[in-house]
């Protein structure tokens, strides 16, 4: 499955970048329904999935209506990622209820974010490139393929994306998505399209290559795939609002037509509705009220719609704010 997602594409692929608290089930099936080709679940524990935690398997689930999704774990412990791995590709962690199977089990190697850093997950798996490689071949032992999501260095003094990915691949990774920036960086400036182009070289051509950064619509796409010569594109932030992007890459900006107004409004009143029914009113209202301003920024009365929702208590508000 994961070779027909890179083969059959008639431009490239494009794929949608794990997010915490915002790739769950309702947006990636937008973003599937948009032309999204694969995505990939937010960040998961594989210690707390091992510990068999509840909330850990909601996280995992994959409903119905989903374009293929690869589940994405942390962590730095070969066998626990193993264990964690092997659960997930054998179904049989409780709750964790898949309508199709995941296409690959992804490790994050890349997540910038302090509580992760400091437990020696994400992006400070880049200062050990062995452990990554180990971590790897722990995965590998569920029969799914691996994928690993890196950075370009922790720091712009060990830019050693090239060092990983090889030691990835030589483990057994089947892809390799670069982040191209520094932890350091974290999302700004520009991402650094020399990085992702030398990882691509450096890696065998069984081995896909996925840029990541700063793709916002299929003009800066194109550009990434034709400068570095990557296998696809990852989209994170841009896609928070604009889910319309996939639809635009995948038309290769041929005949795209962009989002009324009330489309935006529309589409953004049925997410935060499907998340409603599936997390509870109470929890989907507070959980969409910042998800909702993606979808309505730039907007005509925009300032005076995202106040209103920061205060919305119930679904019914929610839908009168954005007059639907």
Not at 54 to 70: F, H, N, R
Not at 221 to 229: C, E, I, L, N, P
Not at 304 to 316: F, K
Request: charge should be negative.
């Amino acid at each position: 499955m994961l070779d027909n997602i890179f083969t059959n594409n008639k431009i490239f692929p494009a794929f949608l970048a794990p997010m915490a608290g915002f790739t769950d089930a309702p947006f990636r099936r937008l973003c599937s329904r948009l032309g999204c080709d694969m995505s990939v679940s937010e960040m998961i524990s594989a210690k707390a999935m091992v510990y068999r935690d509840k909330k850990t398997a909601a996280l995992a689930k994959i409903y119905e209506g989903e374009a293929p999704v690869s589940i994405q774990l942390f962590g730095h412990e070969p066998d626990v990622m193993a264990e964690a791995a092997c659960m997930v590709a054998e179904g049989s962690f409780e709750g964790c209820d898949f309508a199709r199977p995941p296409v690959a089990i992804d490790i994050n190697m890349g997540c910038p974010v302090k509580k992760i850093v400091s437990s020696g997950d994400g992006s400070a798996l880049m200062k050990t490139p062995e452990l990554c490689g180990r971590l790897v071949e722990g995965a590998k032992k569920c029969g799914l393929p691996v994928t690993v999501k890196i950075r370009a260095g922790f720091t712009a003094q060990s830019k050693n994306a090239v060092e990983v990915a090889r030691i990835c691949a030589d483990a057994g990774a089947a892809a390799v998505c670069v982040h191209g920036r520094t932890r350091e960086q974290m999302y700004a400036p520009g991402v650094d399209l020399d990085i992702i182009a030398a990882v691509r070289d450096a890696l065998p051509d069984s081995v896909y290559v996925i840029g990541n950064g700063d793709v916002r619509d299929f003009e800066s796409a194109r550009h990434m795939v034709s400068y570095t010569g990557c296998n696809g594109v990852m989209v994170g932030r841009a896609a928070l609002g604009d889910p319309w992007l996939f639809a635009e890459i995948a038309s290769g900006g041929v005949g795209y037509e962009p989002p009324s107004h009330e489309e935006r409004l529309r589409t953004a009143a049925e997410l935060i509705a499907e998340i409603c029914r599936e997390k509870g009113e109470f929890a989907g209202v507070r959980e969409s009220r910042g998800r909702a301003a993606h979808f309505i920024k730039g907007l005509r009365g925009a300032a005076e719609m995202r106040a209103a929702l920061n205060s919305a208590e119930t679904l019914a508000e929610v839908m009168d704010i954005l007059k639907i």
